[in-house]
């Protein structure tokens, strides 16, 4: 059975930095994409940033120059740092992980940012 484990979201002042960890157990090797979406309150699902296995990276423009995706492979685990956190960054924040034909979720994990 698979599994995305995430972790490291939490309440963090405008300006400061988090990092969040997904971890993919029962799903073995082979993984195409991982990467993170989010949605705040009355917004649709949107990507965030996602990395392909052999390292090339995708953001969205809100994050460019703010936040980085990771990954380790041998792990099956992907970060997200993300540093000059915005009020407009709060949302749940969901890893997902493609392993062909299938995309698999997390089940999210709350980043607030105060203002």
């Known amino acids: 059975q698979v599994q995305l484990v995430e972790s490291g979201g939490g309440l963090v002042q405008a300006g400061g930095s988090l990092r969040l960890s997904c971890a993919a157990s029962?799903?073995?090797?082979?993984?195409?994409?991982m990467g993170w979406y989010r949605q705040a309150p009355g917004n649709e699902r949107e990507l965030v940033a996602a990395?392909?296995?052999?390292?090339?990276?995708d953001y969205a423009d809100s994050v460019k120059g703010r936040f980085t995706i990771s990954r380790v492979n041998a792990k099956n685990t992907v970060y997200l740092q993300m540093n000059s956190l915005q009020f407009e960054d709060t949302a749940v924040y969901y890893c997902?992980?493609?392993?062909?034909?299938?995309?698999?979720w997390g089940s999210g994990t709350q980043v607030t940012v105060s203002s």
């Open positions: 990395i392909s296995g052999g390292g090339s990276t």
């Open positions: 029962g799903i073995g090797s082979g993984i195409n994409r």
């Open positions: 997902y992980v493609f392993r062909w034909p299938t995309t698999y």
